[in-house]
């Protein structure tokens, strides 16, 4: 089994800053992409960023520029810094991996964290 477990959230005024992180532990072979989605109220899940293993970054349009992802594979974190906040950025922060388990199996195997409240106030 993957646990992720994320850190960070919080409240927070337009045009400010905060620091995700999601730490991943358990059995597994190796964690391939690592990313952020999130989930306002009455609205789906979206992709915000995901990250390679190999460190290739994927962002969406509404945070291009403001959002920055990274990862330590050595320790098995994801961050996110989120820098010039907006009211519209206001979710449920969820991180993702995607996880070989074992030399066994070529699988891949997706594992969610348990959430973090981001709140943007106007």
């Known amino acids: 089994q993957v646990q992720l477990v994320e850190s960070g959230g919080g409240l927070v005024q337009a045009g400010g800053s905060l620091r995700l992180s999601c730490a991943a532990s358990?059995?597994?072979?190796?964690?391939?992409?690592m990313g952020w989605y999130r989930q306002a109220p009455g609205k789906q899940r979206e992709l915000v960023a995901d990250i390679t293993s190999g460190g290739s970054t994927n962002y969406a349009d509404s945070v291009k520029g403001r959002f920055t992802i990274s990862r330590d594979n050595s320790k098995h974190t994801v961050s996110l810094q989120m820098n010039s906040l907006k009211p519209e950025d206001t979710a449920v922060y969820y991180c993702k991996a995607v996880v070989r388990i074992n030399i066994y199996s070529w699988k891949e195997y997706t594992y969610w964290g348990q959430g973090t409240q981001v709140t943007v106030s106007s």
């Open positions: 358990g059995s597994f072979l190796s964690i391939n992409a």
